[in-house]
């Protein structure tokens, strides 16, 4: 049964920095790409960041660019997300999930096995 659960969300005020991990059982850990999404209140459920299995490849969204980094430790079926200069913005529920099917890297559709969520909130 695969499993992913997040953690190291929190609160913390704006330009601060938190990171997140995700540990995942169940699979071959290192053999799938992941992905971290966000659903902030009242929105929809966005995408943050994809890292492919090598952890070769990388993809942000555009309000994230050049602050979050994703990385990933295969020996411990762990992916992370360090975010950095956060924003009021940023607030939200963090989700990783594992890419089992071929698509694009920001569709959810192609996303399986959600975690249970993280929240992050960021004060201003």
């Known amino acids: 049964q695969v499993q992913l659960v997040e953690s190291g969300g929190g609160l913390v005020q704006a330009g601060g920095s938190l990171r997140l991990s995700c540990a995942a059982s169940g699979l071959p850990f290192s053999t799938y790409a992941m992905g971290w999404f966000r659903q902030a209140p009242g929105k929809e459920r966005e995408f943050v960041v994809y890292l492919s299995g090598s952890g070769g490849n990388t993809y942000y969204a555009d309000s994230v660019k050049g602050r979050f980094t994703i990385s990933r430790d295969n020996a411990k079926n762990t992916v992370y997300l360090q975010m950095n200069s956060l924003k009021p913005e940023d607030t939200a529920v963090y989700y990783c999930?594992?890419?089992?099917?071929?698509?694009?890297?920001?569709?959810?559709?192609?996303?399986?096995?959600w975690g249970q969520g993280t929240q992050v909130t960021v004060s201003s």
């Open positions: 999930a594992v890419k089992p099917y071929s698509g694009s890297y920001s569709d959810q559709k192609v996303y399986a096995h």
